[in-house]
């Protein structure tokens, strides 16, 4: 069954100080080792490169480039995809943000929720628990 990441497990996958790194760093290598696809959404693909380069939230940062290697292999792996909203996809969102009253923070883990949706991905690998607040949406935390 193909599934997809959120930010946060792609931050610990990458950030070598975190207790979590090693469970994350498997996670993420398992999934991208197929044989099911593993999709790689741009607001995550973006969040990553946001959060990972910030220096007020990491005492020691991932330069830009630094970040976007890890994204480029990810890309670079068989069974990644990286797909973009469709046509069709502010209904689906409008109704996925309506059904969380998704306001704030949430609108962001809506837009995910989402692009799930229009692609058929069911499962999300995630420390969010407010992925539960989507119906159809299955949350796998590997720290758990």
Do not use: C, K
Not at 26 to 37: D, Y
Not at 90 to 97: I, S
Not at 136 to 141: E, S
């Amino acid at each position: 069954m193909s599934a997809t990441v959120d930010v946060n497990i792609l931050l610990y996958a990458s950030d070598r100080a975190s207790s979590l790194h090693e469970r994350a760093r498997a996670e993420v290598e398992r999934r991208a080792e197929g044989p099911e696809p593993l999709y790689l959404f741009w607001p995550v693909t973006v969040g990553y490169l946001r959060i990972a380069t910030h220096p007020a939230i990491f005492e020691r940062p991932l330069s830009l480039s630094d970040a976007a290697r890890n994204i480029e292999r990810l890309l670079g792996r068989r069974h990644v995809r990286a797909p973009g909203e469709d046509d069709g996809f502010w209904r689906t969102f409008a109704a996925t943000a309506a059904e969380a009253s998704a306001r704030g923070n949430l609108v962001s883990d809506a837009h995910l929720a989402a692009l799930m949706r229009q692609y058929g991905v069911r499962t999300i690998v995630s420390r969010d628990r407010d992925f539960r607040r989507f119906d159809g949406i299955d949350v796998h935390d590997p720290f758990t």
